[in-house]
């Protein structure tokens, strides 16, 4: 009997290959499992927005599939549309976090809508995030006084060596209420904490009546790390950083080599 019933996936670097596309094979694959009633959950730190193109692309409101964004921050049935869990940053805390990035001179962008605000909209990190989830970027003169309501998360950007210095002193200077970590080199990313895809996905998992032994998770990067180690059957892609490689029960094939439609084929078809 098939123990599995639920697949989590990673975008960037999992799902989608370098052109940032998901293959014919492994989309098949997918959309299979989902007619034989498996679920799959899209996971990333992508905005819920940033996430849809991919979810209408395997049809996930058809088979009531979910989206996991913001790395956590918020889960989506793709069916009904309903919000399931969402925890954004505390409104009182956006002077602060501004003042940092202001302090440490880096650009920085967060979310309003389906819109991505930025001090600095020709800042060329801001513009990977707004190709990535084909949103409109936006600057705002004064995010101070306009960032009145809460978000998700914010963004500092720059590049990878200065932000490895900017790291820890953010930390310090937040303290315990925020996580505070890295999600590309050039991308320091600030949500509330205890927000990660583990944890998230065991509040969908009580929604849905699931255990996590019943779960495959798949991803390459740091941020997959504790969804790795919590599901089921952790597995990283052959491209994944060592210490996915190292927590995972299996190691797939590289994004660019259908790694995905592997796992599937492997652990969810009889």
């Given at each position: 009997?098939?123990?599995?019933?639920?697949?989590?996936?990673?975008?960037?670097?999992?799902?989608?290959?370098?052109?940032?596309?998901?293959?014919?094979?492994?989309?098949?694959?997918?959309?299979?499992?989902q007619?034989?009633?498996?679920?799959?959950?899209?996971?990333?730190g992508?905005?819920?927005?940033?996430?849809?193109?991919?979810?209408k692309?395997?049809?996930?409101?058809?088979?009531?599939?979910?989206?996991?964004?913001?790395?956590?921050?918020?889960i989506?049935?793709?069916?009904?549309?309903?919000?399931?869990?969402?925890?954004?940053?505390?409104?009182?805390?956006?002077?602060?976090i501004?003042?940092?990035?202001?302090?440490?001179?880096v650009?920085?962008l967060?979310?309003?809508?389906?819109?991505?605000?930025?001090?600095?909209?020709?800042?060329?990190y801001?513009?990977?995030?707004?190709?990535?989830?084909?949103m409109?970027?936006?600057?705002?003169?004064?995010?101070?006084?306009?960032?009145?309501?809460?978000?998700?998360?914010?963004?500092?950007?720059?590049?990878?060596?200065?932000?490895?210095?900017?790291?820890?002193?953010?930390?310090?200077a937040?303290?315990?209420?925020?996580?505070?970590?890295?999600?590309?080199?050039?991308?320091?990313?600030?949500?509330?904490?205890?927000?990660?895809?583990?944890?998230?996905l065991?509040?969908?998992?009580e929604?849905?009546?699931?255990?996590?032994?019943?779960?495959?998770?798949?991803?390459?990067?740091?941020n997959?790390?504790?969804?790795?180690?919590?599901?089921?059957?952790?597995?990283?892609?052959?491209?994944?950083?060592l210490?996915v490689?190292?927590a995972?029960?299996?190691?797939?094939?590289?994004?660019?080599d259908?790694?995905?439609?592997?796992?599937?084929?492997?652990?969810?078809m009889?």
């Amino acid at each position: 009997m098939n123990q599995y019933e639920i697949i989590v996936l990673d975008l960037d670097g999992t799902l989608t290959n370098r052109d940032k596309v998901i293959t014919p094979k492994t989309k098949e694959a997918l959309l299979e499992i989902q007619r034989r009633g498996k679920k799959i959950v899209l996971a990333s730190g992508r905005p819920t927005q940033g996430v849809m193109p991919l979810a209408k692309e395997l049809e996930l409101d058809r088979y009531g599939s979910y989206i996991l964004s913001y790395n956590g921050g918020m889960i989506t049935d793709c069916r009904t549309g309903e919000v399931i869990f969402s925890r954004l940053l505390p409104v009182e805390s956006n002077e602060k976090i501004i003042g940092l990035a202001e302090d440490e001179r880096v650009d920085f962008l967060t979310y309003e809508g389906d819109t991505i605000i930025t001090n600095n909209k020709d800042c060329p990190y801001g513009l990977i995030e707004q190709k990535i989830n084909g949103m409109e970027i936006r600057q705002i003169e004064n995010m101070k006084s306009y960032l009145d309501f809460a978000v998700p998360k914010f963004l500092f950007l720059d590049d990878g060596d200065y932000l490895a210095m900017v790291e820890p002193r953010v930390k310090a200077a937040l303290g315990s209420r925020f996580s505070v970590y890295r999600s590309e080199p050039f991308f320091l990313e600030i949500l509330p904490k205890g927000i990660d895809k583990a944890a998230s996905l065991e509040r969908l998992l009580e929604h849905i009546g699931m255990a996590r032994e019943q779960m495959i998770a798949c991803g390459d990067g740091y941020n997959d790390l504790t969804m790795i180690q919590y599901a089921g059957l952790g597995v990283a892609m052959e491209n994944a950083v060592l210490p996915v490689r190292k927590a995972a029960d299996f190691i797939t094939y590289s994004n660019n080599d259908d790694g995905v439609a592997h796992v599937v084929e492997t652990f969810m078809m009889e």
